[in-house]
C-alpha cells in the first residue's frame, strides 16, 4: 500500500512558513524538524509574503462581511423550516 498523504492545517503551515521567513533556521533543518519537504516549506513561505498585504487592507476586518450579511440566510433559513413544521403539524 502507498504512503498517505498528510494534511497540515493552517496555522502549522503559517508557523513554519513565519519561520523561514525569520530565517534564524536554514531550510534543511525547518525541514528535519517539521517532517515537512523543503520545497513545500518554500511554497508556503511564497504564499505567506505574497497574501500579507491582504492582512492589512483597509476597511475589510472577517473576511469582508458584515453581521448582517451573515445572519440574514441564517434566519431565513429559520423562517422556512418553521413553515414547513407546521405545515407538517396540519398534515399529521
Given at each position: ?6 494534511n ?70 429559520i423562517?422556512?423550516?418553521?413553515m ?9
Open positions: 500500500m502507498g504512503k498517505q498523504r498528510q497540515h492545517s493552517d496555522s502549522f503551515k503559517a508557523k513554519v512558513a513565519l519561520d523561514a521567513i525569520r530565517g534564524v533556521k536554514t531550510l534543511a533543518q525547518l525541514s528535519s524538524e517539521h517532517r515537512v519537504h523543503q520545497s513545500q516549506i518554500c511554497a508556503w513561505k511564497k504564499l505567506l509574503q505574497s497574501n500579507a498585504a491582504d492582512l492589512f487592507a483597509s476597511g475589510s476586518r472577517g473576511g469582508g462581511k458584515s453581521e448582517e450579511e451573515l445572519t440574514a440566510p441564517l434566519y431565513e433559513q423562517g422556512r423550516l418553521q414547513d413544521l407546521q405545515w407538517l403539524k396540519k398534515k399529521l
